[in-house]
């Protein structure tokens, strides 16, 4: 068996491969002139979110019967023509669900309490208290556009904390199931878009959600609601998302994940009122070992030909 992983995998899941054959590892053999070189006798091609598994790609190694992607967006990976070459697919289900839902969390109280931000102003000598009383997020309502594996942990941790939690999800059956055993109100999206405080993207990228989240959308939405987006830059249009920002129409953003990835003259970068990470909500030591682990298992077991919970349907 020869592994090729082209992105940063934690040494547990690479452990595991090692143990059942050759494998090539580079954390930087997405962006190297190598890449179809190294993959041209593989196996098991394992990727993050930078490689882009396209139909040449994988034309190119005639051997390769698994792609393992270290997380859950699978927008970089034409999962269509691996189903056509025979390949399967393989994802992280649900290993880095509970980190992006403690990192909406973070998201939330950077708005409602900054303690970064009160206590750069402590050390630069102030002591601003007015300044910095905000609001509890007790009572406060958070609306969920997508409703999955993450947004099911969100939902349990916000009621924990006494949040209205209400959700968008047109592939949940039934309302009902989903109302009554998270806690989710399941609505329309303009209900959801009309009352939420924290409105959370927990969406695939594909052509319905693309721009999903545009000027239309935003005008619908309270003048003091904020946008937390973990779920893929596309979902939003970033232009009209700056100018709603800018002009008082929503209160802010934190934003996980871009268009461009890193950014390059991205204006919302330009706003006080919009946090940026460099796509780390999956990104926590627990979430990436039991990735790491997952998906190596998972792709070895189809690779002898015992099937997986974690292939691409
Ligand atoms: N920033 C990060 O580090 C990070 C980490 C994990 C996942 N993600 C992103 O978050 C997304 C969601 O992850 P997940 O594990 O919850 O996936 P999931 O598949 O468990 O949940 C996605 C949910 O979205 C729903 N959905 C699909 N299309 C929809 C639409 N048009 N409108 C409303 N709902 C729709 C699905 O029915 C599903 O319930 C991933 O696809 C990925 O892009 C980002
Ligand atoms: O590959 C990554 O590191 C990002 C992971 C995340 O966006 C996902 O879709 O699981």
Known sequence: MKAVVTELIWEEGLEILREQGEVKYDQNLWKSDNLLETIKDADLLIVRNQTKVTRELMEQAPNLKVVGRLGVGLDNIDVAAAKELNIKVVFARNANAVSVAEYVFSAMFAFSRPLEKASQDVKKGNWNR????????????????????IGARLASRAKAFG???????????????????????????????????????????????????????????????????????????????????????????????????????????????????????????????????????????????????????
């Open 163 to 313: 949040m209205n939690v209400i959700g968008f999800d047109p592939f949940l059956p039934p309302y009902e199931l989903a109302c009554t055993d998270i806690g989710v109100c399941m609505d329309s999206l303009e209900k959801v878009l009309a009352e939420s405080d924290y409105l959370s993207l927990h969406v695939p990228l594909n052509d319905q959600t693309r721009n999903l989240i545009n000027r239309d959308s935003i005008k619908t939405m309270k003048k003091t609601a904020y946008v937390i987006n973990t779920a893929r830059g596309g979902v939003i249009n970033e232009d009209d998302l700056y100018e709603a920002i800018k002009s008082g129409e929503i209160a802010g953003a934190a934003l996980d994940v871009l268009v461009k990835e890193p950014p390059q003259g991205n204006k919302l970068l330009e706003l006080e009122n919009v946090i940026v990470t460099p796509h780390i909500a999956g990104l926590t030591e627990e979430a990436q070992v039991r990735t790491s682990e997952l998906v190596a298992r998972e792709c070895l077991k189809v690779l002898k030909g015992q099937g997986s919970m974690c292939i691409v349907r």
């Open 130 to 149: 007015k300044l910095f009383t905000r609001e509890e997020i007790y009572g406060k309502t958070l609306g969920l556009v997508g409703v999955g594996e």
